[in-house]
């Protein structure tokens, strides 16, 4: 079966009212994206709990798939009508062939080297150096593959920290990366914990694809005790609002480490914790960053 991909360009105003319509003239999906990207004017749109949410890009490329067998010039001039926008506008139509795209998808993941001894690997894939410390996992519904900025920053962190014995505490551990990395790199223990009950079923199955002992769980009070080394890989927001819960679950002369913050955050997320930890070391990549420090 083929489908067909038809593309306009609008600006913000107009983004929404024309997704809408598209879907009401039978559209299947309809993808927005920067019409900028990939040039110098693209605009990166982050959102924060808390924080109001920029809506669109000032240029908006959108993109609605329909059926092979669908009137896309119809459905196109129905649209703009009904979203109120002149049938002058410009669009365009290709042919999208039908994929394997369970395959596709997984073409997308190849195993990922953090460190020289410290990979990523998802389970179709042959561990490029056996004799590394080999973390099997596959993209999932919960967030923490190796492939973000963040998470390997995190990694790369571990690695450098963690020490035969250690106890560690991964607070929102997604897909749960982060505290099995740690039990494979001499950890005794290690917690992690996640709001989301999806993440942590799928924590815990990745602990037992990868034959360590990590525990997960859904609340915080469930903790046993404070750990020598709390991660967290979030966002800045909750990050600050969360310092003094985890300021309590690190053990004094233990260590934070703190991801998902953008450069233009570390100084808000630096200060929230500077009441609690001495503050030593800063991390970067692209344009996120990790923070770090030991408990007074």
């Known amino acids: 079966m083929s489908w067909h991909s038809v593309t306009l360009i609008v600006d913000a105003r107009s983004v929404e009212a024309l997704s809408e319509a598209l879907l009401e003239a039978g559209a299947i999906s309809v993808d927005v994206a920067d019409a900028e ?6 605009q990166p749109l982050f959102a924060e709990p808390g924080e109001a949410r920029a809506e669109s890009w000032p240029l908006n490329c959108v993109t609605a798939l329909f059926a092979e067998q669908a009137d896309v010039a119809s459905a196109v001039a129905a649209a703009l009508r009904t979203a109120g ?16 795209w369970v395959r596709a998808t997984r073409d ?12 990523v ?20 519904l919960a967030f923490g593959t190796g492939t973000h900025p963040t998470t390997r920053l995190c990694l790369r962190w571990l690695e450098a920290h963690v020490a035969r014995g250690d ?7 997604g897909s749960g990366i982060l505290a099995i990395a740690a039990v494979k790199l001499g950890a005794q223990t290690a917690w992690g914990v996640d709001i989301d009950g999806q993440a942590v079923l799928a924590a ?3 602990a037992v694809q990868n034959q360590v002992d990590a525990a997960f769980v859904t609340a915080a009070d469930q903790l046993q005790q404070p750990a020598r080394i709390v991660i967290a890989n979030i966002l800045a927001n909750p990050l600050s609002v969360l310092a003094p819960l985890l300021a309590r679950l690190t053990l004094s002369g233990g260590r934070v480490a703190l991801s998902g913050i953008l450069a233009e955050q570390a100084s808000e997320v630096h200060a929230a914790y500077s009441a609690w930890f001495d503050m030593d070391q800063t991390e970067h990549e692209a344009e996120w960053v990790l923070l770090s420090g030991v408990r007074r």
């Not at 190849?110 to 990979?119: E, G, M, N, V, Y």
């Open 85 to 100: 926008l002149p049938d002058t506008i410009p669009w365009r139509a290709e042919a999208l062939d039908d994929r394997d």
């Open 37 to 42: 990207a990939g040039s110098e004017a693209e």
């Open 121 to 140: 690997v998802p389970t179709w894939h042959t561990p490029p150096a056996p004799e590394a410390i080999n973390i099997i996992l596959d993209p999932g």
């Open 108 to 119: 997308q993941f190849t195993p990922q080297q953090i460190t020289p001894r410290l990979w």
């Open 204 to 206: 815990r199955a990745n």
């Open 167 to 173: 106890s560690v505490i991964d607070f929102g551990c």
